[in-house]
């Protein structure tokens, strides 16, 4: 049900792809308490971005969740930054993160909703 998207302008080869994908899969079910068996991770590197002005390396991130712990999205959004930051070598401050929290009757799976 967590799902993490990643959007960015940097070029990433398959096997950069692959790591981030899998390192953030665990991460994302570490940071919220779920079964890594339902979360989903997206990648979509190399698309047109710019932020403040400039294209330098930048990502966009949304975490989508049930029960998304609105009260530690600061601690979400510090640990994801340092992640992609990690991985990737964006700078945090050309990172923004959008949380959203699912309802669980608007978020679908294996036909039927959670």
């Not at 790591?19 to 665990?26: I, M, Q, R, W």
């Not at 590197?45 to 400039?54: D, F, K, L, N, V």
Request: charged share 20%.
């Amino acid at each position: 049900m967590p799902c993490l998207i990643l959007k960015t302008n940097l070029s990433l080869s398959n096997e950069q792809q692959e790591k981030f994908a899998k390192s953030t899969s665990e991460k994302t079910a570490s940071l919220l308490g779920k079964p890594e068996s339902y979360v989903m991770i997206l990648i979509e590197p190399q698309i047109t971005m710019t932020m403040s002005g400039t294209t330098d390396p930048t990502a966009y991130i949304e975490l989508k969740s049930i029960n998304l712990p609105e009260d530690k999205t600061t601690e979400l959004s510090n640990e994801l930054c340092k992640h992609v930051s990690d991985l990737l070598g964006v700078v945090t401050n050309r990172i923004y993160i959008e949380f959203s929290n699912a309802q669980r009757h608007l978020w679908g799976w294996d036909n039927r909703t959670f």
